[in-house]
């Protein structure tokens, strides 16, 4: 059935439910007793018949669950009269059917599109003119136009004389790399550059981007199934409250005791307390910038022993940023910033961007460029106020310097180096990488410290960058340059030491975020397919939020058990009771709807979980 059908079928229920109760209840206080019992047989019957579906659908899967309990009870009050009691037990049912329901329908509605990142359409030279054609009509042969800031449409060649490509989503590479005449270019990668001609070798559906959606999708089919937190203790309960409703008839002789029994056993505690507390866990998580995509996930959340990261965009920033900038001569290292930066105005490049951020906030003045001339993946040439000034690739500024440029002496694995030159003298190096975010290694000790036993780094970017980076952290394994089914099948095989969670932002993270049991997206500046594809979208672009989505799934599955526990206590004690004949089958209702109340206030605890982490509430600012 799909979703949305479903969605609206337990609202229809519901008000179902709830009308026929109401209406039953105004008929029995206008002495229509007889309507009244109709009222309340219209109102159960369609949750019932309803329910009973979802039985023999869970049975054909080898499921059993809660729902035999609640089917029991009102056709044994419907079958012997006591039809109040029934249109009670209905309506407590298709409530906590329809919490469920709404609890993941939020979450669905944050996500996007998988396929919302790539264009629905390419623009394609014919006859010495561009149009805009579908990319179900670009063939192998086209020449498309890629303009600054496009996403390859499909696989090809470039046809220009370069391209300037950010592959990050893809590769894991955190820096742009460039690609000349004839390179190969893969779909979903990002024009860095200046705009180029790409030479189509492969149709859409069979490009490196369409490949990733359909590991995405058989990822999703291997996923291990993940039981509701009520359904696994369905069986026991199950099997007591058959034995004790059997006995109270055997024994007494009256059915109706048994009819009793099954109404106080109804399953409500666990029906009810256990969404609430996990849908309250959800909006608590949410108030963090942590967005749980449903019940199931945050179920899963709790329980996590394996941690697989991802490095660029998640352990690092995935932007470049200054590491060192080394002085040459008599000019000073503040100085070759301000110069550099005031020429880096004129580019749009990631490091040009990087460069200029971080002279703007060190306060330095940077002034106009002018007579700028850029080629795009080498570096910049122009006038700053009376210098002469070129920034970029080593030998990009040697040639227009006329001179040999000497290597950096502090340049580290997986860096990048912008050569400066002012006034025909080569002044310093700006060295650049993409750096640990910022409380990392702290980060992961909480996490061991919440019960993930193992970590494990898996990337698509270089192993020497990969070592180097996560120098000083606590890792069990890393691994490097791997492909995104490479991803998927380290996740499988991780699963074997427990629960794992993935943690990833590009594309190439997507299948295997699919293949998790619990998949986490870091949101604010991922890709689209990895947000689908994950079961916990982190809404802010900070890692540390992964801590208090923890600590509040933990509790809210804390607060879940002990609702069920309680919950289940009381019912038996309720059970026992109404076998002995002291409370009829509405009486047994009433008691039920007593324990109900208790047990989801004591759900709504869920909504005032506090995690141990430093991580504040959204908007909530720091003192």
Not at 202 to 213: C, D, F, N
Not at 364 to 371: D, G
Not at 423 to 452: E, F, K, S, Y
Not at 533 to 548: F, G, M, Q, S, Y
Request: with cysteine.
């Amino acid at each position: 059935m799909p979703q949305a059908l479903h969605d609206r079928l337990n609202v229809a229920l519901l008000i179902t439910a709830l009308a026929g109760l109401a209406s039953g209840l105004v008929l029995m206080l206008a002495g229509q007793a007889q309507l009244a019992t109709l009222a309340w047989s219209a109102g159960v019957i369609p949750v019932l018949a309803a329910l009973l579906v979802e039985i023999v659908r869970s049975l054909s899967k080898g499921e059993v669950g809660l729902d035999i309990v609640a089917a029991l009870s009102m056709s044994a009050a419907l079958f012997f009269g006591e039809t109040l009691a029934a249109a009670v037990v209905a309506l407590m049912y298709s409530g906590g059917t329809f919490l469920e329901s709404f609890a993941e329908g939020r979450a669905r509605r944050e996500m996007t599109d998988l396929l919302s990142r790539v264009p629905r359409t390419a623009t394609r030279h014919r006859n010495g003119a561009l149009e805009e054609k579908p990319l179900d009509d670009i063939l192998p042969g086209d020449l498309l136009l890629i303009r600054q800031g496009d996403v390859a449409p499909v696989d090809g060649t470039v046809q220009s004389q370069r391209a300037m490509l950010d592959q990050s989503a893809l590769t894991g590479e955190s820096m742009p790399v460039r690609l000349d005449d004839g390179d190969e270019v893969m779909s979903g990668s990002t024009n860095a550059g200046d705009a180029f001609d790409l030479r189509v070798t492969r149709r859409a559906t069979e490009s490196t981007y369409a490949g990733i959606v359909r590991l995405v999708e058989a990822a999703q089919t291997s996923k291990a199934p993940m039981a509701r937190l009520a359904d696994r203790y369905s069986l026991l309960f199950l099997g007591v409250t058959v034995v004790i409703a059997t006995a109270a008839w055997w024994l007494s002789g009256d059915p109706i005791r048994a009819v009793a029994v099954l109404v106080v056993a109804t399953p409500c505690p666990l029906i009810l307390a256990v969404p609430v507390a996990l849908v309250a866990g959800m909006s608590r998580a949410a108030h963090y910038g942590v967005l749980i995509k449903g019940a199931k996930p945050l179920e899963a959340l709790a329980r996590i022993k394996v941690l697989v990261l991802d490095k660029t965009g998640t352990l690092t920033d995935g932007r470049p940023q200054i590491v060192a900038i080394e002085p040459l001569g008599a000019v000073t290292a503040d100085a070759v910033l301000a110069l550099a930066a005031s020429l880096e105005q004129a580019s749009k490049h990631p490091m040009a961007r990087a460069i200029v951020g971080a002279a703007r906030a060190r306060s330095a003045v940077l002034e106009i460029p002018q007579q700028v001339l850029e080629m795009p993946g080498e570096g910049l040439a122009g006038m700053v106020g009376r210098h002469q000034v070129v920034a970029g690739s080593a030998g990009f500024v040697a040639a227009r310097i006329g001179a040999a440029t000497p290597e950096s002496q502090i340049m580290a694995v997986g860096s990048a180096l912008v050569a400066v030159a002012i006034d025909g003298q080569l002044a310093g190096h700006i060295v650049m990488a993409d750096a640990l975010r910022a409380g990392t290694p702290g980060l992961l000790a909480g996490l061991r410290g919440v019960g993930i036993s193992r970590i494990v780094l898996a990337t698509g970017d270089r192993q020497a960058v990969a070592e180097a980076v996560t120098q000083g952290l606590e890792l069990d394994a890393i691994h490097a340059e791997l492909t995104p089914d490479q991803k998927v099948a380290l996740v499988l095989a991780e699963r074997e030491r427990g629960p794992i969670m993935m943690v990833g932002d590009g594309v190439n993270d997507a299948p295997a975020l699919a293949a998790a049991d619990v998949g986490v997206a870091m949101g604010a500046r991922g890709a689209a397919a990895s947000a689908e594809a994950a079961d916990v979208v982190l809404l802010v672009d900070h890692l540390n939020r992964l801590l208090p989505g923890v600590e509040i799934a933990q509790g809210a599955r804390r607060i879940a058990l002990e609702s069920v526990v309680a919950g289940i206590g009381l019912s038996v004690l309720g059970m026992i009771a109404a076998a002995f004949g002291y409370l009829t089958p509405v009486q047994g209702a009433l008691l039920q709807e007593a324990i109900d109340v208790a047990v989801i206030l004591n759900a709504l605890r869920a909504l005032r979980i506090t995690p141990r982490s430093s991580a504040l509430p959204i908007g909530e600012p720091r003192t």
